[in-house]
């Protein structure tokens, strides 16, 4: 679920780029306004104001259409700027973590006595990893990851890319279990990664398909990934995907990316 500050921010940069895509229309479009009047009962177009009005007759069909869709445009753009400055002010002055702060305040000495009335962050992550730790007695058979290519966490992983994939998450700090398992539907498998976005407090899933040009391969992945459809994780709300093959390795770009956008 976002946070209501995350909803906020996205708000404004939707209304952003509408008014932006908004300019750039009526920069394409004749300059002029639409007077509509009515002196024998019949709708009559012209433009200008006052005695200046000039008479636009029916063959001037696109042009009235043009001057009626740039008035729209233009009080649309006036209404959408306000919305802008309003939500930028909002957002200027909202501070939603003040009353977490609070709490981190306090002395360590007060801290010991005191019983937040807010979960902060760092109860929440320790409460998350404990439970995520239960899903371990789950396992069929204990078993140990070959090799010894070790992360900035100090766990084994199975590739370099998901090395890339784990420290990118280790650099930023973000809670993280890799081959955590879970039991969808009876089905028990082990996804890549098990990470938290903290500011809103959910849990993400991250399935690598590091041999998306091998069919076989991607047959069992389709499965697995049906699997997270049908519990109601989907690409983008709840599931992170990557995807390399021999000729098109893992971006860390793409990692980058994913890690904002799902995240932080």
Do not use: C
Request: glycine share 6%; aromatic share 12%; charged share 35%.
């Amino acid at each position: 679920m976002e946070t209501i500050l995350a909803q906020f921010e996205k708000r404004l940069k939707e209304r952003k780029e509408e008014l932006g895509k908004l300019q750039n229309l009526l920069k394409t479009m004749p300059a002029g306004n639409l007077v509509i009047m009515h002196p024998d009962g019949h709708a009559r177009f012209y433009t200008g104001s006052g005695k200046e009005k000039k008479y636009l007759r029916k063959e001037k069909k696109t042009l009235i259409s043009d001057l009626a869709q740039r008035g729209y445009y233009e009080q649309l753009e006036k209404a959408l700027a306000r919305e802008v400055k309003v939500l930028s002010a909002f957002l200027d002055r909202f501070t939603p973590d003040e009353y977490a702060m609070v709490y981190q305040r306090l002395s360590e000495d007060r801290k010991k006595l005191v019983i937040p009335f807010y979960e902060t962050d760092e109860h929440f992550i320790a409460s998350w990893k404990a439970e995520q730790e239960l899903n371990y007695k789950f396992r069929i058979n204990s078993y140990e990851i070959p090799g010894e290519l070790r992360t900035k966490g100090g766990e084994r992983v199975r590739s370099k890319s998901e090395k890339i994939i784990a420290d990118a998450l280790y650099d930023h700090g973000i809670p993280y279990y890799y081959e955590l398992p879970l039991r969808i539907r009876n089905n028990l498998f082990y996804p890549d990664f098990t990470a938290l976005n903290v500011k809103t407090r959910k849990t993400w899933y991250w399935e690598h398909l590091g041999l998306a040009d091998s069919p076989e391969y991607m047959e069992k992945a389709v499965i697995k990934l049906d699997l997270y459809r049908k519990e109601g994780i989907w690409p983008g709300d709840g599931l992170i995907q990557s995807f390399e093959s021999a000729k098109h390795p893992l971006s860390t770009d793409a990692i980058e990316k994913s890690i904002e956008k799902n995240l932080l």
